[in-house]
């Protein structure tokens, strides 16, 4: 199994490469039959090319990422790292996340879990709503994203 230097480097290593926005270079930290959900309770990528097409949009709404100090676990398998992750297109959208990354034997990732919600999401700049409009504002802002990646996929 890698150590914990090895687990806790391949997380940092995957926010590295995509604010590099090489698609191909995050792609060879993952198993071909990696799963990948985000945000846990959607519903999971299954697979390098299901991954590809959502890195890609990823980078395409111009993403950013800025990793915490990760930590690992006794069992030589998982990483955890607390993240910001920034969008920029179609508007700002920062959201906070626990990464959750199980590791193989092979040194790749094959799972991975990125947990936040609503209220871990940041719409624009300057003070934000609270409550329900809070909601609203996420909502839009997410469905407006939702629309970019439709628009992406469907063929010209």
Not at 45 to 53: A, H, I, Q, T, V
Not at 73 to 95: A, C, E, H, N, Q
């Amino acid at each position: 199994m890698p150590d914990e230097a090895t687990r806790k480097n391949l997380a940092l290593e995957y926010a590295r490469r995509m604010n590099d926005r090489d698609v191909d270079k995050v792609l060879e930290l993952f198993s071909d039959d990696v799963r990948f959900e985000d945000p846990v309770g959607t519903p999971a990528l299954e697979g390098k090319e299901d991954l590809r097409r959502r890195i890609a949009w990823s980078m395409k709404c111009d993403v950013h990422e800025e990793p915490g100090r990760p930590v690992t676990s006794m069992d030589g398998r998982w990483v955890v790292v607390p993240t910001t992750v920034t969008v920029y297109i179609p508007t700002k959208l920062s959201f906070r996340i626990i990464g959750v990354m199980e590791v193989g034997e092979d040194g790749l990732s094959h799972h991975v879990q990125a947990f936040w919600g609503v209220t871990d999401t940041q719409v624009g700049e300057g003070p934000q709503p609270t409550g329900v409009a809070q909601f609203m504002a996420v909502t839009e802002a997410l469905t407006r994203m939702g629309d970019l990646a439709r628009e992406e996929a469907e063929p010209v």
